[in-house]
T-cell receptor, first 114, second 113 residues
């Protein structure tokens, strides 16, 4: 089974500042990794994914993440945040070989202020 | 852009009542899923469904829960006798194939009183 740890429950940041949201996972098998975003009163929207290939993946809205197998991490970054990036961010993992379930972290609430 | 649609957005029910949550997956998708998110907690997998049968389920998905694809477009989650602890946001998702991205609906907030 896989599990995900998002160490930061809340991250306050000023507009135009850089941000990193941390995600670590544990798994004994190969995994696929995802970041989803949930804006207030909306569903989960895929930001980006790592399935294979380049360890640096780029997603929507200027976000990117780097898969680090040795550190079992998949941290999400953005060089300059906007007020509109205020949302809940979820890291998720699933087995690359079997099973269908996405295992989610507890989420990180990103609050961008002027 | 195609999307997963869930109805209703908010369902209020009395403890012990049956509820049915409805979802319309993306039309060419073959795999369907239900997840739930209790307030303040993480999103948890409930069940996946393919070819008219359950392909995987979690420990949460006990005999009180059932899923069905009653026609070519809808995918439903039924809770037979709701408990207070069933109060949560329920998300439906679908994917084209088992290994591809899961697209989520906006969710149904279930409040059990």
């Amino acid at each position: 089974a896989q599990s995900v740890t998002q160490l930061d429950s809340q991250v306050p940041v000023f507009e135009e500042a850089p941000v990193e949201l941390r995600c670590n996972y544990s798994s004994s098998v190969s995994v696929y990794l995802f970041w989803y975003v949930q804006y207030p009163n909306q569903g989960l929207q895929l930001l980006l994914k790592y399935l294979s290939g380049s360890t640096l993946v780029k997603g929507i809205n200027g976000f990117e993440a780097e898969f680090n197998k040795s550190q079992t991490s998949f941290h999400l970054r953005k060089p300059s945040v906007h007020i509109s990036d205020t949302a809940e961010y979820f890291c998720a993992v699933r087995s690359a070989n079997s099973g269908y379930a996405l295992n989610f972290g507890k989420g990180t609430s990103l609050l961008v202020t002027p | 852009e195609p999307e997963v649609t869930q109805t209703p957005s908010h369902q209020v029910t009395q403890m012990g009542q049956e509820v049915i949550l409805r979802c319309v997956p993306i039309s060419n998708h073959l795999y369907f899923y239900w997840y739930r998110q209790i307030l303040g907690q993480k999103v948890e997998f409930l069940v996946s469904f393919y070819n008219n049968e359950i392909s995987e389920k979690s420990e949460i998905f006990d005999d009180q829960f059932s899923v069905e694809r009653p026609d070519g477009s809808n995918f439903t989650l039924k809770i037979r006798s709701t408990k207070l602890e069933d109060s949560a946001m329920y998300f439906c998702a679908s994917s084209e194939v088992s290994t591809s991205i899961q697209y989520f609906g906006a969710g149904t907030r279930l409040s059990v009183l």
